[in-house]
């Protein structure tokens, strides 16, 4: 019995010390297998948009994604190249037939995550906004 309490002894600690079996290489640490990250979750906001062309937005239906563009031209914009505000960004709503502006542009709602919510908003003031079909 003494002699069975022994090897058990010694096995254990062979296992504690990393040269039993499955053990790493001497001086390497085990770690236990890492997990991928789990996905966050984005909170999507409803972003209105005034996009520039009405004609396009007559393109465009609830469920499309898009990508929207700011070509500065106002005064307040100052000069500069059209630059993508947002990607696949999806729609959510589209102006009713004859739901447009006098300056020909119209409203629609975007999902997008909050910061793209803010630069979408902040382009709007200092540039027209375009969007083109994903």
Do not use: F, H, K, Y
Not at 20 to 41: L, N
Not at 71 to 81: D, F, Q, R, T, W
Not at 109 to 131: D, E, F
């Amino acid at each position: 019995m003494l002699l069975v309490l022994t090897v058990a002894a010694l096995v254990a600690a062979s296992w504690g010390s990393g040269s039993g079996p499955g053990a790493s290489p001497a001086g390497a640490a085990v770690t236990p297998r890492a997990r991928p990250p789990a996905p966050v979750a984005v909170r999507l906001v409803s972003a209105p948009v005034r996009i520039a062309d009405a004609e396009t937005v007559r393109l465009l239906r609830a469920g499309d994604r898009v990508d929207v563009i700011a070509a500065p031209n106002s005064p307040m914009g100052g000069g500069g190249e059209a630059r993508v505000v947002a990607t696949g960004a999806r729609v959510a709503e589209v102006p009713r037939s004859g739901e447009t502006r006098s300056d020909g542009g119209a409203l629609v709602v975007l999902s997008v995550p909050r910061s793209t919510a803010a630069a979408l908003a902040g382009a709007g003031v200092t540039s027209q906004l375009a969007v083109t079909l994903c």
